[in-house]
């Protein structure tokens, strides 16, 4: 069965500090997708980005990058320089590689705080 | 484009009760996918429509909760009977391929 841990639930840091949200995953898939989604107070939940398995070159967008290191099963998530409107819930998830798409498996979310 | 909506945004019934769910997904997905997240807990998978087929239902919790999508394009989810356990966010997403967008979501009180 696939599963997704974020094991930090709550996460406080002062403006402009460096955050770094981790992921850990489960599957017996030898290839699959993995995902991060934002929930800011508004509710919605906003695509970030997804990764495929066999692509485990680091990805940088903006402020953003995520580290995808399959030796350990892991696909963390760090905010770079750090502003109050990345305050939100992040979730990793995780999905199989079939024909069209597929159900997510969501990790337990980790609440971001960022203080001014 | 419009994104995912869902209505109504909030639903406050009791026990015993039925309630309908809405999701408007966006032009062109195919793919329609209802999860929920209850208090605390992780988002979970409930089913993922293609076009007007069920596609995948293992999520469902029980015969209580019954989705339909009329003619591939809005889909609704009842709840009937509603019990005090099936409080939460019900959150609707589509996609065309991998990526699923979701929509706001609708908070389900029973009381």
């Known amino acids: 069965a696939q599963k997704v841990t974020q094991a930090q639930t709550e996460i406080s840091v002062v403006e402009k500090e460096d955050v770094t949200l981790d992921c850990v995953y489960e599957?017996?898939?030898?290839?699959?997708?993995l995902f991060w989604y934002k929930q800011p107070p508004s509710g919605e939940l906003v695509f970030l980005i997804r990764?495929?398995?066999?692509?485990?070159q680091n990805e940088i967008s903006g402020r953003y990058s995520w580290n995808f290191q399959k030796s350990t099963s892991s696909f963390n998530f760090t905010i770079t320089a750090s502003q109050v409107v990345d305050s939100a819930v992040y979730f990793c998830a995780l999905s199989d590689v079939g024909q069209g798409a597929q159900k997510l498996v969501f990790g337990q979310g980790t609440r971001l705080t960022i203080n001014p | 484009e419009a994104g995912v909506t869902q209505f109504p945004s909030h639903s406050v019934i009791e026990k015993g009760q039925t309630v309908t769910l809405r999701c408007d997904p966006i032009s062109g997905h195919d793919n329609l996918y209802w999860y929920r997240r209850v208090m605390g807990k992780e988002i979970k998978f409930l089913l993922h429509?293609?076009?007007?087929?069920?596609?995948?239902e293992s999520g469902m919790p029980n015969n209580r909760f019954l989705a339909e999508r009329t003619g591939g394009t809005y889909s609704t989810l009842k709840v009937q009977p509603a019990e005090l356990e099936d409080s939460g966010v019900y959150f609707c997403?589509?996609?065309?391929?991998?990526?699923?967008?979701f929509g706001p979501g609708t908070r389900l009180t029973v009381t």
């Open positions: 599957t017996r898939d030898t290839t699959y997708y």
């Open positions: 997403a589509s996609s065309q391929r991998h990526e699923q967008y």
């Open positions: 429509f293609v076009k007007e087929s069920k596609q995948d």
């Open positions: 990764r495929n398995s066999f692509d485990e």
